[in-house]
């Protein structure tokens, strides 16, 4: 932002000799202050800082031949960013003397509108000034000065330079990454026996009222090897125990319900004969198979007519609607009276008979740490969630507990703990990408997934998407978490209510951005942490309570770290600015 040429032309002013009379002499000690001393500017979410200070003009100070000028700059470093609105003092005598050159020498006063008039100036004043500063980009640890000068003759002038502010982003001393809490979801390894289901359906042709197995029919080897080749792995494998085997016959819609029932039930038995000599199971062993039969009734005719596109298929439903309370043959009295009898006959009464399996089996379990390490290595398919959850528990690097949890949610693509565990470890990688592509496998969230997800979040500098995860979330952590996202946010005071409970350096930080300095020091003094930055916090802490000896103390530990030392060095020089010897100190 450009400086405006108004206020910068107070030292041509000084020398140009526009109005008579010299400045009187002062003692070195006697010089303009500032009240607050320190005083700190903390910039919000926008750049925007109030600065209300008063200025105070010590008795003497200003002659009554001369014009006071302080001129608000903002500095970053030697660089002189911003020039604020300048106070102006007149004593009487020189405001006559300029009125009087305005009317003969059309003199235009560059600080018309600004300069106000003092009766006396034998005694000392004060001036408030009161201005919203807004920050230009880069100006986050910047400071404030007020040059001074007084001219009363243009012969002889005399230039101050007083610390007004010190602009500090409290907030960015806050690693917004660093400072959330990542849930990591353990589970208390419980033996749990593990039974597993599966179930299939073999489409199968019958000869007309025979129940025998023909595998010339239709497609009866392909469908019978089907079931052989689901059920074989679990007969052979040695770790599970086949619990039990159901078949099923599946009546068809067409003719007496209880004929078809008795013969769908043969059928049945048929198959699992087949299937007990085909895959070798012993007489003995033979106890866990059982038959039985129930209709398919008239829905999968319906359908196939719907599918078709069948106008009679209406017909066909309205039946079924209708006289759903009774069994199959009531259904089909009604059905063959429709004029389209003979083509459902025809097109739409299957050829196949399903027999449908459900069978189940029990898994080994394994119970012992070095068993569930040994056999990880050997057969991963053959463990529960618990089990794969406790080996990556087990497991000591990142990498190795990374393809574990990758292992769980191949065979449980749903766990939540073993997503959540992996997108922490991505995150604390810094890939929040992939750490949101875990997480969005899940169909069903939990507090500490949504966690984790948020923090995925602002990883990637999305706080709002962020904040809206957190906001229902009864985790501490997400509280915690949210005061961060808030002071990210530049959401002070939002941010202050959020991080206050957990009385750490974060909520020390979010007490100081909302000027509770005396709490600040109360969480400080209960914190053990000597860190570098929790010390260059307790310096400012010390600062905005005047407690010099304490600033310093602790500035001093704070530059031990070189990341603070830049920081530590200007809060030096604002507090310092006349104790040169002080400041060469702290900075070697």
Avoid at 46 to 52: F, I, K, L, Y
Wanted: hydrophobic content about 40%; some cysteine; proline content about 4%.
């Amino acid at each position: 932002m450009k400086r405006n040429p108004r206020y910068t032309l107070v030292l041509a002013v000084l020398t140009l000799g526009l109005l008579t009379g010299c400045a009187s002499v002062r003692k070195a000690k006697e010089a303009v202050t500032v009240n607050p001393s320190p005083t700190l500017l903390t910039p919000d979410s926008n750049g925007r800082t109030q600065m209300d200070v008063t200025f105070r003009v010590p008795a003497g100070y200003l002659s009554e031949r001369s014009r006071l000028v302080i001129l608000p700059r903002l500095m970053v470093g030697d660089s002189v960013k911003e020039e604020y609105r300048p106070i102006v003092i007149d004593a009487p005598i020189y405001d006559k003397k300029k009125e009087r050159r305005e009317v003969l020498v059309d003199y235009s006063d560059p600080y018309a509108g600004h300069a106000v008039v003092v009766s006396r100036t034998s005694e000392g004043f004060e001036l408030p000034y009161s201005l919203t500063v807004r920050l230009p980009e880069g100006a986050d640890n910047a400071r404030v000065v007020g040059v001074v000068s007084t001219d009363g003759c243009g012969e002889c002038s005399a230039i101050d330079t007083i610390a007004i502010a010190a602009v500090r982003d409290l907030a960015s001393l806050i690693d917004v990454k660093e400072s959330l809490g990542l849930v990591w979801m353990d589970r208390k390894f419980v033996v749990r026996p593990k039974t597993m289901e599966g179930s299939g359906v073999a489409n199968l042709q019958f000869a007309i009222n025979r129940q025998d197995i023909d595998l010339s029919l239709g497609n009866n080897r392909r469908e019978l090897e089907n079931m052989v080749s689901t059920l074989a792995p679990v007969l052979n494998d040695t770790l599970a125990t086949l619990t039990s085997l159901d078949i099923y016959g599946m009546a068809s819609a067409d003719g007496s319900l209880s004929y078809n029932t008795a013969l769908a039930r043969r059928r049945a038995e048929a198959a699992s004969q087949w299937l007990a000599k085909r895959l070798n199971i012993r007489p003995s062993e033979r106890r866990v198979i059982s038959v039985g039969s129930r209709s398919e009734g008239w829905q999968p005719v319906l359908d196939a007519m719907t599918a078709d596109g069948n106008p009679d298929s209406a017909a066909v439903k309205e039946i079924l609607q209708k006289y759903a309370d009774g069994n199959d043959d009531v259904q089909e009295r009604y059905i063959r009276k429709l004029p389209c009898w003979n083509e459902i006959c025809d097109k739409y009464l299957q050829n196949d008979r399903k027999v449908e399996y459900v069978y189940s089996y029990v898994v080994r379990s394994f119970t012992s740490d070095a068993e569930l390490l040994d056999m990880y290595g050997k057969r991963p398919d053959a463990f529960n969630e618990e089990e794969l959850l406790r080996v990556a528990s087990l497991t000591a690097g990142n990498e190795e507990k990374e393809a574990v949890y990758a292992t769980v949610l191949t065979y449980f693509p749903q766990s939540r703990a073993a997503a959540n565990n992996l997108a922490v470890l991505r995150l604390r990688e810094g890939n929040d990408e992939s750490a949101r592509e875990v997480l969005g496998t899940l169909k069903e969230h939990s507090d500490e997934t949504l966690n984790t997800l948020a923090a995925s979040y602002v990883y990637a500098g999305e706080y709002d998407r962020a904040a809206g995860l957190l906001q229902d979330n009864g985790l501490p952590e997400a509280a915690y978490n949210l005061g961060i996202v808030r002071t990210a946010q530049r959401r002070l005071q939002e941010a202050y209510e959020l991080l206050r409970p957990f009385c750490d350096v974060n909520s020390a930080i979010a007490a100081l951005n909302v000027d509770r300095n005396d709490e600040a020091k109360e969480m400080l003094d209960t914190i053990k942490d000597e860190s570098p930055v929790t010390e260059y916090v307790r310096a400012l802490t010390a600062a905005r309570l005047g407690d010099r000896t304490a600033l310093y103390e602790h500035l001093g530990r704070a530059c031990s770290d070189e990341s603070l030392r830049v920081r530590a060095a200007g809060e030096a020089d604002f507090h310092t600015y006349h104790n040169e010897a002080a400041f060469r100190a702290l900075t070697d």
